[in-house]
């Protein structure tokens, strides 16, 4: 995201920047249902609250480039958080930042 220095120095703070950067990452529909997807299922305990890339294409049935994407946006941000384990990689919803987020969301009823 490109911002004005002057612009930047005085009204925009690191944390203005971040929220905007997942404000920005959450602006496609997909996205935000991959974030839903993740908190429900991450919200379980066990193996069942793990979540890989083939399971997000057979779920939302876009091919596995697209669905790469999308999560590597969320993953630029910091919402998405990876573990490889063998040939796959597994994802895990960044809670506190969603959080940060959503509090942040709260300040302007």
């Given at each position: 995201m490109r911002i004005r220095a002057s612009i930047t120095s005085r009204y925009i703070n690191e944390a203005d920047?971040?929220?905007a950067e997942i404000a920005n990452a959450l602006a496609h529909p997909l996205r935000v249902a991959l974030v839903?997807?993740?908190h429900e299922k991450n919200?379980?305990?066990g193996v069942d609250n793990v979540t890989c890339n083939k399971?997000?294409?057979q779920l939302f049935d876009y091919s596995q480039s697209t669905i790469s994407q999308h999560?590597?946006?969320l993953k630029e941000v910091g919402l998405f958080q990876t573990e490889n384990m063998d040939k796959f990689i597994f994802y895990h919803l960044n809670k506190e930042l969603l959080q940060?987020?959503?509090d942040f969301l709260r300040l302007y009823p």
């Open positions: 920047l971040k929220m839903r997807y993740l919200s379980g305990k399971d997000l294409v999560v590597k946006i940060e987020f959503s």
